[in-house]
Nanobody, 113 residues
Framework: QVQLVESGGGLVQPGGSLRLSCAAS????????MGWYRQAPGKERELVAD???????NYADSVKGRFTISRDNAKKTVYLQMNNLTPEDTAVYYC???????WGQGTQVTVSS
């Protein structure tokens, strides 16, 4: 059993930054690829970024150059550093153990002036 807890969301002005964290508990964390997804109102959930067990990263085109995904296996935590945020980034952000049904509860990110 794996439990995921996201944190770090909030309200930020356009151009601002936030750092999301996803803390995992349970089984061995380091062997899993992890992903950050987001879901805006009225839209489907979409992949934002993912990171393999050895640190290979992948980003959605909409966030390339602005977001950075990273992981700390010792802390069983995956991060999403988000810079130069725009209102289009407003969504609930979820972390996921890739290719499984393990999801966190989500954290709200709102970008507004």
């Amino acid at each position: 059993q794996v439990q995921l807890v996201e944190s770090g969301g909030g309200l930020v002005q356009p151009g601002g930054s936030l750092r999301l964290s996803c803390a995992a508990s349970g089984r061995i964390f380091s062997i899993y690829a992890m992903g950050w997804y987001r879901q805006a109102p009225g839209k489907e959930r979409e992949l934002v970024a993912d990171i393999s067990s050895v640190g290979v990263t992948n980003y959605a085109d909409s966030v390339k150059g602005r977001f950075t995904i990273s992981r700390d296996n010792a802390k069983k935590t995956v991060y999403l550093q988000m810079n130069n945020l725009t209102p289009e980034d407003t969504a609930v952000y979820y972390c996921n153990v890739k290719f499984t049904s393990y999801w966190g509860q989500g954290t709200q990110v709102t970008v507004s002036s």
